[in-house]
């Protein structure tokens, strides 16, 4: 690896997916000392891709999968004072990314804005309904697939921050609640610009939230919308001659929104189950972190 003369992040929030990640890009890419990778999620830092290329495998089309691409990503830096990328599956993906982080960044500063995982695994599932891409209900996945199933495994924090505190220093490594977004996002903002050592008294402009839960008026329409099918192929192609790229995705995404309900279930016995999983984990972490989460705790 040769990255002579090329900047590379001195910051990373590496986890947890469904905790205001969006947003929180969208506030830090306003601060003029900070400088974020122009894709939200590279997540190049989450395995070993020259040891899976050397293995044969096939990466996608758009995917970050050698240095040169994951560095052309900060090859606009000027003087920005921060330089990052957020990528919240590094937290899930520990045991690999870790190894990754002390080969290119190995002293970048390590954020990461937890949820209370039983929120943060109802707030996953819907995603995954949205994009029409799961084939159970959250309940089976708790009762026949709860240590299979990705969205309640990502909510286990304890060990996986334990393995980024004891790979790295208590002080390169912030947890941060999710909580505290809500309650006070300008505060919470003030607290990454600290860490990150650039100016903690701008102030973003935070009107604007991200990613509501919703779920599909229909799920046939749904379907039709976010998976690839002649169709949508169809459309496209007709489209493409009239509209950009960043037009039809507008457009696409009006499309899923007004497919779109707001009020969602209340899942309560859902939230049950998913907090005897996890009520052990959280009083672990509670300890590791040093923060009350007893509101995590209750329904």
Not at 74 to 93: C, Q, R, W
Not at 223 to 247: C, D, G, H, M, W
Request: net charge positive.
């Amino acid at each position: 690896m040769d990255n002579t003369n090329v900047k590379l992040p001195n910051f990373l929030i590496f986890g947890v997916q469904k905790a205001g990640t969006t947003s929180v890009y969208k506030y830090l890419k306003q601060h003029p000392d900070v400088y974020l990778s122009p894709v939200k999620e590279p997540n190049f830092l989450e395995k070993d891709w020259d040891k899976l290329a050397a293995e044969g495998h096939q990466f996608k089309p758009k995917q970050i999968a050698t240095f040169k691409q994951y560095s052309n990503l900060f090859k606009d830096v000027t003087n920005e004072t921060a330089v990052g990328e957020i990528s919240p599956n590094y937290l899930f993906h520990h045991e690999t990314s870790i190894e990754q982080i002390k080969r290119y960044v190995p002293n970048a500063k390590l954020i990461a804005v937890l949820r209370n995982p039983v929120d943060r695994a109802i707030s996953d599932y819907l995603m995954h309904v949205r994009e029409a891409q799961s084939n159970t209900t959250l309940k089976e996945q708790i009762e026949y697939k709860a240590n299979k199933s990705f969205i309640i495994l990502k909510g286990y924090y304890y060990t996986q921050v334990k393995h980024y505190f004891e790979a790295f220093s208590k002080e390169q490594v912030s947890i941060l609640l999710y909580d505290d977004l809500r309650k006070n996002d300008q505060e919470f903002m003030r607290e990454i610009y600290k860490t990150i050592g650039v100016d903690p008294d701008f102030k973003s402009d935070t009107s604007q939230k991200s990613q509501v839960a919703q779920m599909p008026k229909n799920e046939g329409i749904n379907k039709l919308l976010v998976q690839k099918n002649p169709l949508r192929s169809l459309t496209a192609s007709l489209l493409k001659p009239l509209l950009s790229e960043e037009k039809r995705q507008k457009l696409r995404s009006f499309l899923i929104s007004m497919n779109s309900k707001s009020k969602v279930d209340s899942f309560n016995e859902e939230k049950q189950l998913l907090l005897d999983l996890y009520r052990d984990d959280i009083l672990k972490l509670q300890d590791l972190i040093g923060r009350d989460l007893s509101s995590w705790l209750t329904l």
